[in-house]
């Protein structure tokens, strides 16, 4: 017989470990579900903050090189920081006013279609319902 040292040990461990919280994980949908909730209700704020952080250090990195000409280093920033939130605001802009028409567009010409589209579907319907009555 093999003699079972820690490392095997320790595997059979993690093993063992690892099939008990699957067992739970499928077991206990809901309350999984509602632990799934709370850590992403607590951690949302933290993870949007780094993402605008992460979005906007580039740019007011950019404004703060163009500054270089400022020697006082909290004006310069506090620069960067304006210059920053208006370029991405202006962006943001642009991109709303091309995009918006291109969604009322598209929206008007679905619209047509769905009514199509729910005609089709009712018919099919009472079609399957008179064929299969069950």
Known sequence: MPEINKKTLRNILIIVITGI????LLHE??????IYQL???ILSPF??????????????RAFEGLLKGIKN??????LAILLTFIAVALILTLVF??????LINTV???IPSLHT???NVDAKAKKLLEDYPD
């Open 73 to 78: 280093h909290k004006l310069r920033r506090a």
């Open 97 to 102: 006013l091309l995009l918006i028409p291109q």
């Open 117 to 119: 589209f729910a005609g």
């Open 47 to 60: 993870i949007t903050g780094a993402a605008l952080a992460f979005v906007f250090n580039v740019p007011m």
């Open 29 to 34: 949908t809901e309350r999984v579900k509602g």
């Open 39 to 41: 850590i992403k209700g």
């Open 108 to 110: 008007e010409s679905l």
């Open 21 to 24: 919280i699957a067992y739970w």
